[in-house]
C-alpha cells in the first residue's frame, strides 16, 4: 500500500530536516481517518524536540503546511520524537487531575501554568466529558493558559 500525498510530503520533509540538522532517526509515517502521523525515533533526539517541544511543535506545524497544501479537505498532523509528545500529556493529564481535585475541593477556579495550543488541546479533550468542572483558555500568547472551573450549579 502507498502513502498519500500528503503523508508522502511529510516523509520528504522530515527526511530533509533530519539530514539537515544531522541527527540519526529512523521515520515512520502512517494515516488514517484522523490525519497523519510520524514518529521520529532515535538516539538523542532533543534537538528536534527543542525547549518545551517548541521545535517539534514548529516542525508539525510545517508538516501540516506541507501535508495539505493548497487542498480544502485537511485533516490534523501530528509529528513526535522519541515519544515525546506521550510523555507530555501524561504530565499534562496529571497536572489536569491535580486541577480538577482543587477546584472541586476550593470552589474556585485553578489556572493552569501557561501552555501552547496543542497543549491545551490535550488538556481540554482529556478533561472534556468530567462532571462538575468545565475549561476554558484565558491570556494570550504565548502566555495563553488554561482554567479548570467547577460548574456553577
Do not use: C, F, W
Not at 4 to 27: P, T
Not at 77 to 93: I, M, S
Not at 109 to 132: C, F, I, K, S, T
Amino acid at each position: 500500500m502507498s502513502e498519500s500525498d500528503a503523508a508522502a510530503r511529510v516523509r520528504r520533509m522530515l527526511e530533509e530536516i533530519v539530514g539537515a540538522v544531522g541527527v540519526d532517526a529512523e521515520i515512520e509515517v502512517s494515516e488514517d481517518a484522523e490525519g497523519v502521523r510520524a514518529n521520529l525515533d532515535g538516539e538523542d533526539l532533543g534537538l528536534l524536540i527543542g525547549r518545551h517541544g517548541q521545535t517539534i511543535d514548529a516542525i508539525q506545524h510545517l508538516a501540516y503546511r506541507v501535508a495539505y497544501r493548497g487542498e480544502e479537505n485537511r485533516k490534523r498532523v501530528t509529528v513526535d520524537a522519541a515519544g515525546y509528545r506521550e510523555r507530555r500529556a501524561a504530565l499534562l493529564q496529571q497536572d489536569a487531575d491535580e486541577a480538577v481535585e482543587e477546584a472541586l475541593r476550593t470552589g474556585e477556579p485553578v489556572a493552569l501554568d501557561a501552555m501552547n495550543a496543542v497543549e491545551r488541546r490535550v488538556v481540554h479533550e482529556y478533561l472534556r466529558d468530567r462532571d462538575g468542572i468545565e475549561t476554558y483558555s484565558e491570556g494570550a500568547e504565548p502566555d495563553r493558559y488554561l482554567v479548570v472551573a467547577p460548574v456553577e450549579s
